[in-house]
């Protein structure tokens, strides 16, 4: 009889962090996966320029590769999330040989902390680089105005900083999901 109780009672807390895996993970993927959209797009349209048009400072370099390696390994991140979405499903399954083992979810969590953490790195580096082009650029146009139209920060030169910010954002969402379940499934 106590056996069978404490079937019971490991069935719905896996259950319970079931539901909890499908909620986290679904908020996680629609969080980032907007994220990663208006990233994605506001470096493809203010950083690709037609040939023989001059391009900005913030446009051009190693910021903006590493803001694109950010956002390749935030697509990795939304496919984690989804993941952990059907995991949480596979968890609230009724029959026991459906659920995947503990040590294969742990390992899919830890997996997207690295890519997150990883993804958080190249994407702060990329904005530490394209700032310092900013911050360069800002120094030459108090210097002398007027004498260069590349010379000053545009709003396109924002732009490329804004997607940075919400790759930062995509990633930060991603961790404290993978954090959370993660305490959430070890306790």
Known sequence: MSEQLDNQSTSSKVRSIGQNFRIIGWISFVLQLVLGIVSSLLLLVFTIRPPGTPSSSAETGFGVFLAICGIVALGISIY????????????????????????????????????????????????????????????????????????????????????????????????????????????
Do not use: Y
């Not at 899919?108 to 702060?124: E, F, K, P, R």
């Not at 900013?134 to 260069?148: C, H, S, T, W, Y």
């Open 80 to 187: 984690l999330a989804f993941r952990c979405k059907n995991i949480g499903r596979q968890l609230q399954s009724t029959n026991a040989t459906n659920r995947p083992r503990k040590n294969e979810t742990v390992k899919t969590l830890q997996l997207a902390l690295s890519v997150n953490l990883v993804g958080m790195l190249l994407t702060l580096l990329g904005a530490q680089a394209i700032v310092g082009s900013l911050v360069f650029k800002a120094a030459r146009q108090a210097g002398v105005p007027f004498a260069n139209p590349n010379a000053f920060i545009t709003a396109q030169d924002m732009f490329v900083v804004q997607a940075n910010a919400n790759t930062i954002t995509a990633h930060f969402v991603g961790l404290v999901a993978s954090i959370w379940l993660l305490n959430r499934i070890t306790r």
